[in-house]
């Protein structure tokens, strides 16, 4: 079982409209969650970070984050062209006495905004 | 000013090669890492450094060895390329294991023919 799991889409999105994105992970111990975009040729960039239950809004962004479920989501309001791009859901661990608290990515949910 | 660069940017060499790249940070922090990015975008940790100390090593063949002179940098070193090491390469950094990794490097995409 895949540890951090996306849809890897495409998904189509009008322009104007909400992308909605998902993203599982199977270990509970998980401490921070994190939404990247990677736009094609590029490096990932940094757009949320969420730690605690519930919705945590920035601009056209907001996360969602459900511990208990295991599920964290990225809401995309009124998408533009230039949101055009693959999201990668990342998971934090917390630190243990055998792990540093690595950071583990999802394959990424390619979001395709149409005109 | 960036704030990882890593170099080269494009790596094409043949099968058994023996190659490098470097990575540089001047975000002052002390944790550094390298990751793969295979042809699914799948983004997977190789290594991560802290304070020159090696914390992280996945399972990557021991024909990848990095190395880390001091904090600001962390290189990679690859023997005897292979095409399954045909990837792109990303550089990080974060302020403590803990730290949030807010910035990547450019990447350096290798191609083993």
Request: charged share 20%.
């Amino acid at each position: 079982q895949k540890e951090v799991e996306q849809n890897s889409g495409p998904l189509s999105v009008p322009e104007g409209a909400i992308a909605s994105l998902n993203c599982t992970y199977s270990d509970r111990v998980s401490q921070s969650f994190f939404w990247y975009r990677q736009y094609s040729g590029k490096s990932p960039e940094l757009i949320m970070s969420i730690y605690s239950n519930g919705d945590k809004e920035d601009g056209r962004f907001t996360a969602q984050l459900n511990k208990a479920s295991q599920y964290v989501s990225l809401l995309i309001r009124d998408s533009q062209p230039s949101d055009s791009a693959t999201y990668l859901c990342a998971v934090k661990l917390r630190p243990s006495t055998d792990s540093w608290g690595k950071l583990q990515f999802g394959a990424g949910t390619q979001v395709v905004v149409t005109p | 000013d960036t704030a990882v660069s890593q170099t080269p940017k494009y790596l094409v060499t043949q099968m058994g090669n023996d190659k490098s790249i470097k990575c540089e940070q001047n975000l002052g922090h002390d944790t550094m890492y390298w990751y793969k990015q295979d042809s699914k975008k799948f983004l997977k940790i190789m290594f991560s450094y802290n304070n020159k100390e090696l914390i992280i090593n996945e399972t990557v063949p021991n024909r990848f060895s990095p190395k880390s002179p001091d904090k600001a940098h962390l290189n990679l070193h690859i023997n005897s390329l292979e095409l399954g090491d045909s990837a792109v390469y990303f550089c990080a950094s974060s302020q403590g294991t803990g730290g949030v990794i807010q910035y990547f490097g450019a990447g350096t995409r290798l191609s083993v023919l």
